[in-house]
Every structure is written in structure tokens, then in C-alpha cells.
């Protein structure tokens, strides 16, 4: 029920029938004024999100002091009483991110050095050494020079690129595919020089997009190493909610799998625990970031402290929700957790490659 003065007239003003109660029993829109404040529509807005006259606080309460509670009493049909968990996923995720994206932000002169890294270079050796084609060469270094880092203090040409031309910067990112592709000065250049090529000697299909999209990158703002990196780790990182809800079904998918033989929950349920545990984690993981802003000022080894027990709670958390709601002994449930952590890892090592290829194309 909205908090606006209910209408004298008794017609609805939606379809027209003779209201008998506070709501049209044809229709059922409430018979309030429709002139409203601007503080009242800012107000409606909180009340529809939250629920401030009291079901917000109560699932607040439950989830961060009830692992895995709001979970089972969702299944069990117990819901008047709490928040939907997909609106106070969307309130929470959008209060975390909106906070995230203040706090951090991507500056050209943050950009460190991290393709010098010497467990990089040795990746690197190794994947060449089992290398048996000049094409699978190629792919390896085209792979590898998406970060490498240029570890020189000559500043970056502000103009296009010039065969032989190396444009490394200090702590700048390289992600030209230097070199490889300094000979072309515009992709209208690439592509012609290609036509010209026999089938054997043009570029496959993925290094093909690749490097067409490093020539695209250099034309469109000069060469600047340093901006294409913020351009590019910004985009990736707006595109992190996107990934998440990616993960969500494929780990509720995990969950199924290792409770397969726990015929009463539907794959809905475990969908429900996992929004449940992603909220917590929103909440925890903001908790987290502004002990870390608070840090960068004070230095206090108690705050370094107090975030490492805050991970450690937040492992404590998920295994006692695991528990809870299963219900299964804590032997089993560590062993799931184990196994789960393992699957959401890859699968989530996996989901950030593709959204940062496709970050970098959206760049």
C-alpha cells in the first residue's frame, strides 16, 4: 500500500468502476491522488525497493546473522515476511556497484608494470617450446603481447605508427601486439596488404581479428598505450555485473550436480541460495573495499587485520549456509565446498577471458 491520501471520488481512474474498498476490485489499481511530490515519489521509490516499514531490516538481520535461513524459508513458502531475494539482489547489487565504480577508477598514471612479471616470461617459454607451427608461434605471442608490458621511459608517439616504430612508455600497458603489427599504419592498410597475400601466407581468422582490432586500437587514439589500457580495464570492470548474473545459473547448474541426489530441491532453489549467498557477499565485499579506501590514508596493520577476518568469515559464512540449508553433516559439506569452489574457479577463470576479449572489442 502506497503512503499517498486515498481518493474522495469512489470511480477509478483506471478503468472506471465504483471502488468498494482502498483498492479497484475490477482492476485492482489503488484509488490514491494521483498528483504526487517529488519527495513522495523519491520516498515511493525506497518504500517499493526496501520495504523500510520493516521487512528490509528483517532480512537484513536474518541473512548476515542466519547463514542459509532465508534461503529455507523461501522453499518452505515463508515469504510474507522478508524482501523478495531478486529485489534485494537488484537493491544491493546496484547500492555495491554504484559505490565500487566511486571508489574505483581507472587513471593513466595507475597503470603499473605487470608484463615484466618473470612467472609471465616463463609461461610464455614454455608454450613456445611446445610450439610445432610457425602459426602456433604466432597465436602464443599474439596471446601474450595482449599485456605485455613496455618497460621503457621513451613517452608514446602522439601520431599513427610507423614501420619499425616502438611506442613503450613507463609503466605503460602494451596491447598493440607491437610486434606484429608496426608495419601497418590503418587497418585499410591491413586488409589491402592481405588481398594481396596468397591463402597460406594471410593471417587465420582469429589472429586475422585480432590484429585488425590492436590496428583499430593505435589508430583510434594514436598509439597511446597508457589510454587504451583505461579504456579497456574500465570497460571490463562495467562489465563485471554482467558476468555475474552469467554465473549465477551455471553455478546453481554446480549445485544441482553435487545435491543430485537431494530429489526435494529444484534447480529454482539452488538459484535462491546462490542469490542469497551473492548478496551477503555484496555486503560483505563493500565492508571489505572501504576498509581499504580507510587504509590507504591511515595505515593502520589493524585494518589489514580486520579484512583478512572478514575473508575468513566470508568462507566460515558459505559453508555454514551450505550446511544449513542441505543439511548434510559437516564432513560432506566441507568436501562440496571444496568441489564447488573448484568448479566456480574455472568456470569463472573462463567467463573473465571472454568478457575481457569481449571488453576489448567493445573498446
Known sequence: MSHSPQRKE???????????????QDCGQENVEPKETFWHMVTHFFYDITHFDGSFFITLKDLL?????????????????????????????????LIFFSLFKTKETEITAAGNNPALIQAKEEALKDAKTKQDTLNINLASDIFKIADSSTPPRPTGLNKNDTIVQKGGVNISFRNHVPEYRSVKEYDSLQKKMSENDRDNWFVHMVR????????????????IEVKLIDKFLH????????????????????YVRRKQFYFADHGVFLVHLYIFTFLLMLFYFLLDKINEVVHWTAIDILQGLLLLTGVFYAIKAMRNFYRQGWG????????????????????????????????
Request: a positive charge.
Open 332 to 363: 560432506k559439506t566441507i568436501l562440496k565446498f571444496i568441489l564447488f569452489n573448484i568448479m566456480c574457479t574455472i568456470t569463472a577463470t573462463v567467463l573473465f577471458a571472454l568478457f575481457l576479449f569481449f571488453s576489448f572489442y567493445q573498446v
Open 10 to 24: 469512489k470511480d477509478c481512474l483506471n478503468c472506471g468502476a465504483i471502488v468498494q474498498g482502498h483498492y479497484c
Open 239 to 258: 562489465s563485471i555485473p554482467y558476468l555475474l548474473f552469467v554465473s549465477l545459473p551455471l553455478y546453481a547448474l554446480f549445485l544441482k550436480l553435487l
Open 212 to 227: 585488425r582490432k590492436s590496428i583499430s586500437l593505435n589508430e583510434k587514439y594514436h598509439g597511446d598505450e597508457k589510454m
Open 65 to 97: 546473522f542466519k547463514p542459509g535461513f532465508l534461503s529455507k524459508e523461501y522453499v518452505k513458502g515463508r515469504r510474507k515476511a522478508y524482501l523478495h531475494p531478486v529485489r534485494m539482489y537488484v537493491f544491493t547489487s546496484a547500492v555495491f556497484f
